[in-house]
């Protein structure tokens, strides 16, 4: 078999050629080095430009929301569950979406890697299986994949696309080595006093730049709550309880719909925690209604529906 | 007290330059600090930015990551324009107090003290001047420092910011190695070295050595663009499809804005209820759509082509138009905090390379 | 040091109900303070930004003239968040008020030549700004004729009746009044405005034109306005846009390099053309 | 909106024979005013007829208000049976006489005339406002009999705070005459010299709801009850478990108010005990103590609960699961077996429970608290009642019916539901107190409309565009209020606030005197938004939206401040803060009613016609109940004949035929001028809503298309019998199933030689694909096993069972059936039987039946010449696509999922369709034709009238903001919301919306307001906060 990265130009030039889709949304090499971007491939002649690797971690879903034609995506697993979620409600049309769908062993989290650079910039990086080479201005550095990858890929337990209509390279065997919500439960042991300094600290870093909620396919409301303003639900200062509000109420609306793609995350410029929110959400959904969003197309959302057996501890 | 504004800036003084061991730096700081407001390089949290510090030990020089911009010295992200207060029946405002004494900012690279300028052509080359920025601005003495270490994303010579260049700065600090060269460049700068023990005269080796550095770094900058007579290659380009393909990646954050030195959009809304509250100004960015959404629910620009195109127009089209220069100064900070890794320099090139269709 | 960004407190003198379905309102403010009283000087086509405090603060026209000394008044339909609440204002409320800003209508260009005003709608404001201005006993002989095309879309909908009828009454002036649908006791004229104002064919010869109006009323005005043949540094609009601080400082009411708050809102036609048609 | 006076054409001949149809009264009086006193009442006054409910004690609500939870979904039973309450209380054709009793009766069907006797209550109801003063200071602690005698109250009391009419009452019996309250009363409403009343109403029909009574479980000596304090009734129990109980909901025992570890629940305390006489069962014991443990168990973690039973008979719908729950996820233990007897251990007050064990061993063991499972019974004021009425009742006292008639009493005209008629539990009771409205509803039809009030309101003011003018009214509630809050200072702020003209402090706002001066006020000051700061909107919020109506303005812009329930009641110690708090909440109010705005209640015309699928007994009684109220039906039946799965019952469990009832009522069908029939026909679609249904049908085999129009839909497509794959059934033609065998003992193809027979149970049903039980299969082979008996008495007749269920009076037939000799041999579901064909001693094939009989340790092996499989029932294919064609639920089993298991067990959230019969769940005959009825009644409440006003208070979209994702499409309980699919935007059904709100709590762009309790009317409440 041939590598994924190849499979992926095979089947992108093939759409292409054959009408069936409009463009392929896929990743293409970025301008600064372990970093892809977004490319949207409409020229058969130009599918060399697509990438398949470690760096592949914005959530292309994003850009199938509001989007009309056929378009073929190359969606690694968190990217296809937030697909399926899009089409179970009613935002993405199944048909009008081919899934190249790729197995995926993780992304990189650069800020990982820089913070054991120390302040030193990488200005070449190349990588195999499972290692980075990182050059810079007088230094070199072989550096292990597995120990930069994002927390969110740690711990993810869905490595294969559960919905494709093409894969490239071949299925992962899916791993349950560590807890899922380790770090959850780590915060959840800690004094209500712990908690709230810990999310003073990391939410009161938040300058409000929305690139959380604007790269989160997820986030796809036409008027997000905290841009309404009759009423207006939220300040938009950066006052920790305005700052707080955005945050806890963002994780809220993606209840029982996060995939824990961890988009959110690679993309604060402020490095906060914000799976901290969202991963202790998913935890609760987990345990009330032992559900996870994305999986499956017949699924029904599950804070969508009202069973007569639903938990409801919360009403006593 | 020197006044300064966008069109009378300060003298420039040439004063004979000095040097500083870099270990005596702590102890010029925090002689500093008994007299003035310092802000400073720091890392909080991670994060490095520019903040008002209360020791030396706080400065952090070499931060493993580009720091955030100094503007929020001046141009704070969340700022209360006055406070209001209904008491029996009486409404009353509170405009928050003028600073009461002279601040100093230390260490800010040569790009940002040129997107500072560039801010001062906004907030106050006209009436009403922006007051709030204002008092700010003239109480703070700028002391720049060389960049004698720029960033692979840096491209700030293409347009025409040197990285040794001192346009604005009131004292320079220059890196050679085991200590600086200093140069107080205006009254103000040189005031707050005067008399102050650890600086010494300048040799000749210093200076011969600053030369070396200076050319070292400049070279250092990777990235070069040609961006001549960008703003009528912007007009001409203004209806083209380029803006459709360059934005269908933009997810329409604000980290670019407001990691920008220069972007100075803000927003203004009221905190409270009709008792009491305050009237605050908050940055805003012109890629969120809601930014020129009348109420009405009519808007100008709908999608994000009309948004990012409204955005580099801004910069190296209007500005130059308004005030004759770029509103860019290139420091690459938004292309390392883009989540989708978009790049301006690509964008930029882009669009010298398009031909109007 | 007074902020730019502080608001002079007005008190609300007076609601007048412009229209049937009670969503304009035109508000009579008063200064609580003489100095600033004073201080405000504006000409028609200015605008302000009106707060209430705890809500917020948006652009206004002016709907008063500057002859009317002791008073300023807005007019104001009710459709975002601070124009309702405003609208919940009674008597006796207190708004801010700060300005007057923009550059309003070019009234030393008009002086001494006719003066053709064409207003659809809502837009009118600023128009009976400009009209009462000129009408003043004071400034009347430093302009030509004055014609006003006024059109709204049905009889409940016109502006400032008690003017119409006023003005009505006057030989200074041609006031042609329209709707787009009568009503049982309409009398007048039945039309829209690009019509009515190709009917009312006023001449071009030394006369400055001012339009405002809904977009697709300016869309079909303008091919009469070139019939009629006046030329684009003669005719003169003023733009809505989405305005926040009011002096040219916030940044997102710019059209091509200008601010319409700052440079406009009154632009003349040959302005516009070179401008990026982004509003 | 009124109410149409209908035209009847076919009435029950027993009937007719009463009084000429045009002088019947369309009134009815109801006895009892329990939950199903309650619901008969208001089906009755919602159709038309004017209602007198006459009840023994100071208010309505009877048991079910006394009750905790309820089975099998845990509701707390007071929430959902207030409402009704308070609409009882609140109808303007309903009267309630409490207090009251029969006293005699003249006339007959049609035209009775009825003494009713009033005692005292020494006050006067009327001007009772229910502020609690009185009871403050009485100094009388007397035993609170609502409260079971577990706690005490005062000689001046309301039975409990939701209590309806709210209004107190003298217990003169411990009154010491004092005079406190009288000068306490600030309303004026005491008077000690209140006689005792008589009221003749007259009537065109009765509905008897009295209930039953508890068994006395003193009478059971040997469990201690009485002796022992720690020994209590289950009802007790039930108090103790209530919020509003004795103990704030603590689990606690009496003797010590320590929280019992251990607690043991004994069943069958009176019921299937012939040693008192009473051998039927009680049928809800089971599921109530099971409830009582699961309760138990989540107020207090650490009990222990043990249930001592004989059979489970956890017959009804999803009660099955209900134990399974209570076994598996509370560890409720169950043991079967009769306990023979308790004793306590004086110092601990613990108990000691001695039973034989499953193995037959005595075992004892100990307890912290022995709950007693007691019975239903009748009583002597029920036999008194029967006596003056002069109707029938049988053996045990319950009111003796006939099975094709289950609601009609010896007396024509007199009507019964409920327990009285047999034990039964609160769905039951409400099935049949709706289908004893119909049966009045269907005597009385051409008087409907003739004696009931409605009211006529002068045209609405416009307001649009006025500023608000808002008049706040405050309340004293007497001292209730006043005595903590200060009033005048609540009013002095109120004028303060923004757009409030005019504000007042009154002594009772809800009294009638204020009612006019709150209208004049409106005049006088031009108020266009009136407040209300008192008690709770729950009971006065309709009363003072009725005042502002009356003034011209529309109800929607009231608003209340709960100054009492939420201010001076909780801070009752702490007067300044109450007075804070107060200034609060008006001020909140004053800031929601300064944007409240007039909503639209839209009027939906009804088209007066029902439409019934399903031509079984159930849709037949419920076709011919509507076409007997003068509306036209159209039946639908899949099948070439009308008869359903009755058509395969042959006899009863009394040995009675059916099939002469099945003829007369196909009969009477066929020829009823208002019924429709379309035979061999299928329903291809149904459009619409409530009111307004249009269905087309594919009719007969050449599927001619037919489109009828109608304002119901009912819902009665019955059930099926399982077929069995087990057993060798269809392997073997001596493996017959129930209905098999039936058919062939009615056809006389049995009564050959003596026969073997095993019979064996749950087939079909309480396994992994059925996990339901059919609830009829044990009274159908009890049945069957009495007539095999019957026609040859040697014949051997064993039953294979897990539990025994013929709950009520069936308990009956199988204690005959063990005295005939019938054996009956329980399995475990562990250990099922096996059947397999064998050559017996003779050399003769036989069936030879293996099962492992725990009683006596081991396997036994039966010898058969037949076996009969006892298949469950279940629910026909074609539901599903009915279901989804109606937008209404199945459950997960396959059957109709009603609107609510408790109380509205015919309806379904989408209003306008109801369900009734096997379409529902498995039943008996006699409940089928109650639902049938019920459903009807149900119906008739909608197609009586001109129009339905929908709901003011709707949802409404913001297209701007609406992404179109659905989620409030999917949460909608009344389907009353869709995705228009071009817009890609929600799209409301104003018509279907309820103005629950849960699609704008779903929506996540805040893209749904509900009107009326808009975001930006909410919003600016809390921001005045």
């Known amino acids: 078999m041939s590598e994924p990265r190849d499979q992926i130009r095979e089947h992108a030039r093939r759409l292409l050629d054959e009408g069936k889709v409009e463009v392929i949304i896929g990743y293409e090499k970025g301008s600064v080095p372990l970093q892809s971007t977004p490319c949207f491939v409409r020229d058969a002649d130009n599918v060399e430009r697509l990438i398949w690797d470690s760096t592949c971690g914005p959530n292309l879903a994003k850009y199938l929301f509001d989007r009309e034609g056929k378009t073929g995506i190359v969606a690694k697993a968190c990217d296809a569950r937030s697909i399926v979620v899009g089409i179970v409600e009613n935002q993405i049309e199944r048909e009008d979406v081919v899934v190249i769908g790729v197995p995926c062993e993780g992304v990189i989290d650069l800020k990982k890697i820089d913070a054991v650079l120390d302040g030193k910039e990488i200005l070449e990086a190349s990588m195999d299986n499972d290692k980075v080479s990182v050059k810079g201005d007088g230094f070199e550095q072989i550096l292990s994949k597995k120990e930069f990858l994002c927390d969110s890929c740690i711990s993810c337990r869905h490595r294969n696309p559960p919905v494709y209509d093409i894969l490239a390279g071949d299925e992962l065997e899916e791993t349950k080595e560590s807890d899922e919500f380790e770090e959850i439960s780590k915060l959840e042991a800690k004094s209500p006093e712990e908690r709230w300094n810990h999310f003073s600290k990391e939410l009161g870093k938040c300058i409000r730049c929305y690139a959380c909620r604007n790269v989160c396919p997820l986030c796809y409301c036409k008027e997000c709550f905290v841009d309404e303003t009759m009423p207006s639900w939220c300040g938009k200062t950066t006052d920790l309880s305005d700052t707080m509000t955005y945050h806890i109420i963002r994780a809220l609306h993606i209840a029982g719909r996060c995939v824990d793609c961890g988009a959110c995350s690679r993309a604060c410029p402020e490095d906060i925690d914000l799976r901290a929110l969202t991963k202790k959400v998913e935890k609760i959904v987990r345990e009330l209604y032992d559900y996870e969003p994305g999986l499956s197309l017949e699924e029904l959302p599950v804070l969508g529906i009202f069973e007569q057996d639903d938990p409801q501890e919360f009403i006593k | 007290m020197i006044l300064r504004s966008s069109s009378n800036r300060s003298v420039v003084l040439k004063m004979k330059e000095k040097t500083i061991e870099k270990k005596d730096l702590s102890g010029f700081i925090d002689s500093l600090l008994e007299e003035y407001q310092v802000f400073a390089p720091t890392i909080a949290e991670g994060i490095p930015r520019f903040d008002r510090i209360s020791s030396s030990t706080q400065v952090s020089l070499d931060s493993p990551k580009l720091e955030r911009s100094p503007k929020e010295v001046f141009f704070p992200q969340c700022e209360t324009l006055f406070t209001y207060q209904l008491i029996d029946g009486k409404m009353t405002m509170e405009e928050p107090p003028a600073l009461e004494s002279e601040r100093v900012l230390l260490f800010v690279r040569p790009c940002d003290v040129k997107a500072l300028t560039l801010m001062d052509s906004v907030f106050t080359s006209w009436e009403p001047k922006d007051t709030n920025y204002l008092d700010k601005r003239e109480k703070t003495i700028i002391v720049g420092r060389a960049c004698s270490r720029p960033w692979s994303t840096c491209f700030c010579t293409s347009l025409g910011v040197d990285p040794f260049g001192k346009e604005g700065m009131d004292l320079v600090f220059e890196d050679i190695g085991d200590k600086y060269v200093v140069e107080a460049l205006t009254e103000r700068g040189g005031k707050i070295i005067d008399g102050s023990s650890l600086f010494k005269d300048a040799e000749k080796k210093d200076l011969e050595n600053l030369k070396e550095v200076s050319k070292k770094a400049t070279e250092a900058i990777r990235s070069e663009l040609d961006v001549k007579e960008i703003e009528k290659k912007l007009k001409a380009i203004y209806d083209d499809s380029f803006w459709g393909k360059v934005s269908e990646k933009c997810v329409g954050c604000g980290v670019c804005s407001y990691l920008c030195p220069v972007c100075h959009c803000f927003d203004v809304q009221d905190e409270g209820t009709e008792l009491k509250g305050k009237r605050v100004r908050i940055w805003d960015a012109c890629q969120y759509p809601i930014f020129t959404l009348h109420a009405s629910g009519h808007n100008p620009r709908t999608s994000s082509r009309e948004r990012i195109r409204q955005r580099m127009m801004h910069k190296f089209s209007y500005f130059i138009e308004n005030f004759g220069e770029l509103a860019c100064v290139g420091c690459g900070r938004c292309i390392k905090g883009c989540p989708g890794n978009m790049d301006i320099r690509e964008v930029l090139t882009g669009i010298m390379a398009t031909e109007a269709d | 040091m007074r902020s730019p960004y502080t608001p002079s407190l007005t008190v609300v003198d007076k609601i007048i109900s412009e229209n049937d379905v009670n969503d304009i309102k035109t508000f009579q403010l008063a200064f609580k303070d003489q100095d600033a009283a004073k201080a405000f000087k504006y000409t028609p086509g200015q605008f302000s930004e009106i707060s209430l405090l705890g809500v917020g603060e948006c652009p206004i026209g002016i709907a008063s003239s500057p002859m009317d000394e002791d008073y300023i008044q807005f007019t104001v339909k009710k459709v975002g968040v601070l124009t309702t609440s405003l609208h919940n204002c009674v008597e006796g409320d207190v708004v801010g008020v700060r300005g007057p800003y923009g550059n309003g209508f070019p009234t030393d260009i008009m002086e001494g030549r006719d003066v053709v005003i064409v207003g659809g709608g809502f837009a009118f404001t600023t128009l009976r700004s400009l009209t009462k201005y000129i009408l003043h006993e004071a400034n009347r002989k430093r302009f030509g004729n004055l014609t006003v095309v006024y059109g709204a879309r049905n009889p409940g909908e016109l502006l400032y009746k008690y003017d119409l009828e006023a003005w009505g009454e006057r030989d200074d002036l041609n006031l042609v009044v329209t709707v787009d649908k009568g009503d049982d006791s309409w009398t007048g004229k039945e039309g829209f405005v690009p019509a009515i104002l190709k009917e009312t064919s006023p001449s071009s010869e030394n006369a400055v034109m001012v339009v405002c109006g809904p977009p697709a009323m300016i869309r079909f005005t303008i091919p009469v306005i070139e019939e009629l043949k006046f030329q684009p540094e003669n005719t003169y609009i003023s733009l809505e846009m989405r305005m926040k601080c009011g002096i040219g400082k916030c940044g997102r009411c710019n059209i091509g390099s200008k601010y319409v708050c700052k440079d406009g809102p009154v632009f003349s036609f040959d302005e516009l053309q070179v401008l990026p048609k982004e509003y | ?1025």
């Open chain 4, 1 to 1025: 909106m009124g109410v149409k006076g209908k035209e009847s054409t076919i009435v029950d001949p027993k009937i007719a024979a009463s009084t000429p149809v045009s002088s019947r009264i369309g009134a009815v009086l109801v006895v009892g005013g329990g939950v199903g006193g309650v619901q008969a009442a208001l089906d009755l006054a919602e159709s038309g007829f004017k209602v007198y409910i006459v009840d023994s004690t100071s208010s309505i609500g009877g048991v079910m208000a006394q009750l905790d939870k309820t089975f099998p979904t845990n509701d707390c039973s007071m929430c959902i049976l207030s409402p009704k309450l308070v609409e009882c209380g609140r109808h303007l054709n309903i009267e309630i006489l409490t207090c009251s009793e029969i006293e005699g009766i003249t006339g007959k069907a049609g035209d009775f005339k009825v003494t009713v006797k009033q005692r005292p209550k020494y006050i006067d109801v009327e001007k009772c406002t229910g502020c609690s003063e009185c009871a403050k200071y009485c100094p009388v602690d007397a035993i609170d009999v609502f409260n079971e005698g577990l706690s005490e109250r005062a000689a001046v009391y309301v039975k409990y705070p939701q209590a309806v009419p709210l209004a107190y009452m003298i217990d003169r019996d411990v009154c010491i005459g004092c005079g406190l309250c009288e000068s306490m009363c600030l309303a004026d409403a005491i008077h000690y010299d209140d006689q005792e009343g008589e009221r003749e109403l007259n009537v065109g029909a009765i509905i008897l709801a009295p209930g039953l009574e508890e068994f006395d479980a003193s009478i059971k000596s040997e469990y201690g009850y009485g002796k022992f304090r720690n020994v209590i009734t289950s009802i007790e129990f039930e108090r103790i478990l209530s919020a509003s109980g004795p103990f704030r909901g603590r689990v606690q025992r009496p003797s010590d108010g320590e929280i019992p570890r251990r607690i043991a629940f004994i069943q069958c305390v009176g019921s299937r005990d012939t040693t008192c006489g009473n051998s039927y069962c009680s049928s809800v014991c089971c599921m109530y103590a099971t409830k009582e443990a699961v309760i138990a168990k989540e107020h207090q973690k650490d009990v222990e609960p043990t249930i001592f039973y004989i059979d489970m008979r956890s017959y009804g719908k999803d009660f099955d699961k209900y134990i399974e729950r209570a076994k598996e996820e509370y560890g409720v233990r169950f043991i079967r077996c009769r306990v023979s007897s308790v004793s306590e251990d004086p110092e601990t007050k613990n108990l000691r429970i001695r039973y034989e064990n499953e193995e037959g061993k005595i075992v004892e063991e100990e307890f912290d608290l022995v709950v007693l499972s007691v019975g239903f019974e009748s009583s002597e004021g029920i036999r008194e009642l029967a006596y003056r009425l002069d109707i029938e009742l049988d053996e045990y006292g319950f009111c003796k019916t006939p099975i094709f008639h289950p609601l009609e009493t010896s007396k024509p005209g007199i009507f019964v539901c409920g327990a009285f008629s047999s034990p039964k539990d609160i769905p039951e009771t409400v099935m049949q107190a709706s289908g004893a409205a119909a049966c009045a509803e269907g005597l009385l039809s051409p008087s409907r409309g003739t004696l009931i009030k409605s009211k006529e309101y002068p045209g609405e003011r416009t307001i649009r565009g006025q500023p608000p003018r808002i008049g706040v009214f405050v309340c004293h509630c007497g001292i209730n209020i006043g005595g903590v809050v200060d009033v005048p200072n609540v009013v002095e702020y109120a004028r303060t606030l923004p757009h409030v003209v005019y504000s007042e402090a009154n002594l009772y706002t809800c009294s009638s005197d204020t009612q006019k001066l709150i209208k004049e006020k409106i005049e006088e000051y031009d108020l266009n938004r009136v407040i209300v700061a008192s008690c709770t909107p729950r009971t006065h919020e309709p009363l003072f939206q009725e005042t502002i109506r009356e003034s011209g303005l529309n109800r929607y812009l009231f608003e209340m401040a709960n100054i009492r329930d939420q201010c001076s009641w909780v801070h009752m110690h702490e007067p300044e803060a109450a007075t804070e708090k107060a200034r609060d909440l008006v001020r909140m109010a004053v800031a929601k009613a300064s944007k409240l705005e007039p909503l639209e209640r839209l009027s939906l015309s009804v088209i007066p016609r029902g439409l019934v699928v399903g031509g079984g007994l159930a849709g037949m009684t419920s076709a011919l109940a509507l076409a007997e109220q003068g509306f036209q039906v159209y039946l639908v039946e899949k099948e070439k004949e009308l008869g359903g799965f009755l058509r395969h019952i042959h006899y009863l469990l009394d040995g009675s035929e059916t099939k002469k009832h099945l003829e007369d009522l196909i009969e009477k069908v066929q020829s009823n001028k208002m019924i429709e029939i379309f035979l061999e026909a299928k329903i291809e679609e149904i459009s619409g809503y409530v009111g307004n249904f249009k269905t087309a049908i594919a009719i007969g085999e050449d599927r001619e298309k037919r489109e009828v129009e109608h304002g119901v839909v009912l819902v009665a497509t019955g059930g099926e019998e399982y077929h069995p794959d087990q057993h060798l059934y269809g392997k073997d033609p001596r493996v017959l199933t129930q209905l098999e065998l039936e058919e062939r003992l009615s056809s006389k193809k049995f009564s050959g030689e003596p026969q073997n027979v095993v019979m064996i149970q749950c087939i079909g049903s309480r396994d992994d694909t059925h996990p339901y039980c059919s609830r009829m299969c044990c009274s159908e082979a009890v049945k069957n096993a009495l007539k095999l008996k019957e026609v040859n008495p040697k014949s051997e007749v064993f039953i294979l069972y897990r539990d025994i269920r013929t709950y009520g009076i069936a308990e009956k037939y199988y204690l005959k059936a063990r005295e005939e000799g019938v054996t009956f041999i329980r399995y475990n579901d562990t250990n099922e039987p096996r059947v397999v064909e064998q050559t017996s001693d003779e050399g003769g094939k036989v069936l030879a039946i293996t099962v492992f009989d725990p009683t006596l340790g081991e396997e036994i092996l039966i010898e058969a010449d037949f076996v009969v499989l006892s298949a469950g029932v279940v629910p026909p294919k074609a539901n599903e696509s009915l279901a989804k064609m109606l937008k209404v639920p199945l459950n997960e089993d396959g059957f109709f999922l009603e609107a609510h298991v408790k109380l509205r067990p015919v309806d379904f959230s989408t209003e306008g369709v109801f369900v009734c019969g096997m379409a529902h769940a498995p039943k008996s005959i006699e409940e089928s034709i109650s639902q049938a009825r019920a459903a009807a009644s149900r119906a008739s409440t909608i197609l009586a009238r001109d129009a339905i006003e929908a709901e003011g208070v709707t949802a409404d979209v913001n297209d701007r903001r609406c992404n179109g994702c659905g989620l409030c499409v999917l949460v909608c309980a009344y389907n009353a919301i869709e995705i228009d699919e071009e817009k890609k935007v929600a799209v409301v059904n104003t018509a279907l919306c309820k103005g629950c709100g849960a699609c704008t709590a779903t929506c996540r762009p805040a893209a749904i307001d509900l009107r009326g309790f808009t975001n930006e009317q909410l919003v600016s409440v809390i921001n005045s906060f």
